[in-house]
Structures are given as structure tokens and as C-alpha cells.
């Protein structure tokens, strides 16, 4: 009795363990009752895994004859991986489609406009020839300037005050200068005729030129480099342009660091290589021309041609320099000046539209040039000469009183300095309400002191 229970009791606890093929050869009930549990159970995870059907083969683990687990680990890790490939091949059909997508475009395209890719090396062509033309032309310009008669400076030169670069950053000032050397003289002691300031406003490409009088009574330093108050026109005579730079800065508040320096016979050769200019002759200036035009094609190696007519013009290089030299009975310096910058207004103006011009020009009026600017400066310049646009002109001192003082020579001494400087910067620079440097006061008052005119 104890055995049969003992072997039944043994054989229940077994029989959970047991598969269903060993449960089903039993048939106590305790067995079969088990077979029905067990039978439960295994519907419960065959449903599980049907469900899972991305889930990877699964590893069966014999643990009792006829009986396998499922490793959840093992199908997490693979289920992991196949959803990785799965979405690898999505991102692959979604590229193939896009490259299918883009060949059909471009092969529609085609079809629309066939002669797109011949269009495209055409005007590829024509950059590259105008690029080739550009580069020509620059070599060729940085050939021509490597003529010029050029000195070396140093910005400690010019006496530029810190206001005056400060409140002049947006200006390039460069001053241009005719002096009385003749032909075949050099420049070195020669004297101011013409002084003129060309000023570039950097951000628009307006210019205003600014003519300043030969005689006006500034500071200026001797052969020495002793500053002493003088006719600003025997700046160069001591010091050549750089001296005549300093003198202006010095007096006027400007940021002058580049000039340029030539005689009569360059000014008569710039307007021959352009064919000559136009400009307005008054009637009172014929007789002036007619008398000084002999001695000026005297000076510069040319014929005269006598004028006898007013009114617009064209005049030929003889012609036009003595246009700008006459002053006697035709406005004195403020005229002289005045027609000064008409020539060369036309002068700029024609060798902007004239490329032939601007070739004799480079040839040569160049070689008669002294400047201290660089090919790069010239080059710049040159570059934006197109949209350079000239403005109305100034003439400098407005209120001047002009006689002999005290050193026998007849003088434009300005009423004061510094109502002349206040009005120049208010005029060509748009600077209200300036207020001019200690240097430019202290030499306003020298004037007044030494002179008696205010």
C-alpha cells in the first residue's frame, strides 16, 4: 500500500516534467490532468511566437526528451538585427528609385532644350576669352607703368595728423600737380603752376577736384625742413611733391599720401594722344591765348594755331596748355585754376571712352609722369575710372585777401585758416560743424600775427 502510494506520489511530481508523448501513455487522471495543463501551456506559446513574424528562427534547447525552450535573448539579438537589414534595404530601394527618378529628369531635359550643353561651352568660351583679354590688358598697363618716373616715400613724409586720417578714412585725396619745368628740364626746384586735388569718394566713386592757389600763404618747409610761411607754390621748389603734400595736410587738415607730378609738355602730349578736347573759350580769354600761345609751343616742342572764335571747341595740345596757363587779363589764378581742372576733366573723360587714346597715353605721356604711387595703386585706379563720376569743383581759400606783405611778393593770404578749413571740409567732405586740428589753429593764428589780416 505504502509502495503503490509512494511510486504514485513519485510519478505525479515527475509526470509536469514529462512530455506529452509519456503523459499520454499514463492514465492515472494525476497524469492526465498534467497532460492538460502542459497542453495549455504550449497554446499559449505557440500563439507567442506566430505573432512574432519578424522573429528569427528559434533555438530549441532539449532540456527533457521531446521538449524545447524558447531563448529570448537569443530572438531579442536577431530580431534586432533583421529589423536593421530590413530598414538597410529600404534606404537602398529608396536610392535606386531617386536615381531612376533624376536619369529620367535629366534624360526629359535633354529632350526639351538639346542644344543646352552647346549653349553652356559657348558662353564658357567667351568667359575665358574676356578673362584671357582682361589679364592681357593688365600686363600690359603694369608694363606701361613701370615706366613712370617714380620716388619712394614714407607715410611719416606726408605730416598727416590723426584727425585728419581719422575723419578722412572714406576719401582717397591725391594731388596733382603742373609745375613751369619746359621741356627737357628736369623736375627737381621747379614750381607749382597748377595745384589740384583730386578726391575719390571711396564709397560711391564721386570726385571732386579741388584746386588750391598757387599763392596762398601757408606753412611750409624750406630746403633745410625748417617750416616757415611761404607761397604754397615753393613747396616743390624745396621739397618736391612730397613737401607740397605736407604743406597741405599740414594747413588744410588733409590725408594727401599720393601724388603725381608733371610739366606743360605732358599736359600738351595727353591731349594730342586723345585727338584733342572740347572746351568753352570765353572772349576775354582769346587775347591772352593768341599772346602766350607762341611762347607755350615754344616751351613744350610744338606749333601754335591761333584761336578766333569763342564758344565750344575742339583745341589741340598747344592749345590746351596754354589754356591753362594764361591768367594775366582772364581771372587771375582762381581762372587759371579753373580752366585747369576743365582740361582735365575732358582729358579723363576722353580716355575713358577712347581705348586708342588710352594707348598713346600709356606710351607717351607715362614716361613724363613722377608719382610715388604703386602699379597696384594706379591699377586700382584705373580699374575704377569707369564709375568715376565728377562732381561740381571747389576752389580753395574762399575769403582770401590777395597783395604784397612783408616779404615783396604778392601773396593769397587766406581770412582766417580756419574759417577756410572749416568751409573746405564742410564743402567737399560733408563734415559740418568742423572743427579743425591744433596744428591748423596754431598756424591760423601765426598768419594773423605775422601778416595783421583776419
Known amino acids: 500500500m505504502r509502495k503503490d502510494q509512494t511510486e504514485k506520489t513519485l510519478t505525479a511530481g515527475a509526470a509536469s516534467k514529462l512530455s506529452k508523448e509519456v503523459i499520454r501513455r499514463y492514465e492515472d487522471p494525476e497524469y492526465k490532468k498534467a497532460a492538460e495543463e502542459y497542453e495549455k501551456k504550449h497554446r499559449r506559446s505557440s500563439r507567442r511566437s506566430e505573432r512574432a513574424d519578424d522573429r528569427p528562427a528559434e ?54 532644350d538639346p542644344n543646352k550643353r552647346r549653349k553652356f561651352r559657348i558662353i564658357r568660351n567667351i568667359i575665358i576669352i574676356v578673362a584671357i583679354i582682361i589679364a592681357l590688358l593688365i600686363g600690359y ?34 594731388a596733382v600737380l603742373g609745375v613751369d619745368a619746359r621741356a627737357g628740364q628736369g623736375y627737381d626746384g621747379s614750381r607749382t603752376d597748377a ?17 588750391v592757389m598757387r599763392d596762398s600763404y601757408l606753412k611750409i618747409a624750406d630746403a633745410d625742413g625748417n617750416l616757415m610761411l611761404d607761397k604754397v607754390t615753393h613747396a616743390h621748389h624745396y621739397g618736391g611733391g612730397v613737401d ?24 600738351s602730349d595727353a591731349v594730342d594722344a586723345l585727338g584733342g578736347i572740347t572746351v568753352d573759350v570765353k572772349k576775354n580769354e582769346i587775347r591772352d ?76 605721356v607715362l614716361p613724363e609722369i613722377r608719382t610715388n604711387m604703386s602699379q597696384m595703386q594706379l591699377l586700382t585706379f584705373a580699374l575704377r575710372a569707369p564709375g568715376y563720376d565728377i562732381k561740381k569743383n ?45 596744428t591748423c589753429l596754431d598756424i591760423s593764428q601765426e598768419i594773423i600775427n605775422t601778416t595783421g589780416i583776419y
Open 59 to 112: 533555438r530549441m534547447t532539449d532540456d527533457y526528451e521531446g521538449e524545447s525552450t524558447y531563448s529570448r535573448r537569443e530572438a531579442k539579438k536577431r530580431r534586432q538585427q533583421a529589423k536593421k537589414e530590413s530598414e538597410k534595404r529600404r534606404l537602398q530601394e529608396m536610392r535606386e528609385k531617386r536615381s531612376e527618378e533624376d536619369a529620367l529628369f535629366r534624360e526629359k531635359d535633354k529632350e526639351k
Open 141 to 174: 598697363f603694369m608694363f606701361l607703368t613701370s615706366h613712370l618716373d617714380r620716388v619712394d616715400t614714407s607715410d611719416a613724409d606726408f605730416a598727416i595728423s590723426p584727425k585728419a586720417a581719422d575723419t578722412l578714412s572714406g576719401y582717397r585725396n591725391i
Open 195 to 211: 595745384i589740384i586735388i583730386l578726391s575719390i569718394k571711396k564709397s560711391s566713386g564721386d570726385i571732386k577736384m579741388i584746386s
Open 244 to 267: 607740397t603734400c605736407a604743406a597741405l595736410n599740414r594747413s588744410l587738415d588733409l590725408n594727401i599720401d599720393e601724388f603725381m607730378v608733371f610739366n606743360w609738355k605732358a599736359v
Open 289 to 364: 591765348l593768341n599772346h602766350w600761345g607762341p611762347e607755350t609751343a615754344e616751351n613744350v616742342g610744338g606749333k601754335y594755331t591761333k584761336i578766333t572764335k569763342t564758344g565750344k571747341q575742339k583745341i589741340d595740345g598747344v592749345q590746351a596748355t596754354t589754356y591753362c596757363r594764361i591768367r594775366k587779363t582772364s581771372g587771375g589764378d582762381t581762372g587759371r585754376a579753373r580752366r585747369y581742372k576743365k582740361v582735365m576733366s575732358a582729358v579723363m573723360k576722353e580716355a575713358m571712352t577712347s581705348p586708342v587714346g588710352l594707348y598713346k597715353l600709356g606710351k607717351d
Open 394 to 438: 571747389v576752389s580753395w581759400p574762399k575769403d582770401y585777401y590777395g597783395g604784397i606783405i612783408y616779404n615783396g611778393l604778392w601773396n593769397a593770404v587766406p581770412r582766417t585758416l580756419e574759417t577756410n578749413v572749416q568751409w573746405l571740409h564742410r564743402k567737399a567732405f560733408q563734415q559740418r560743424h568742423y572743427k579743425p586740428s591744433k
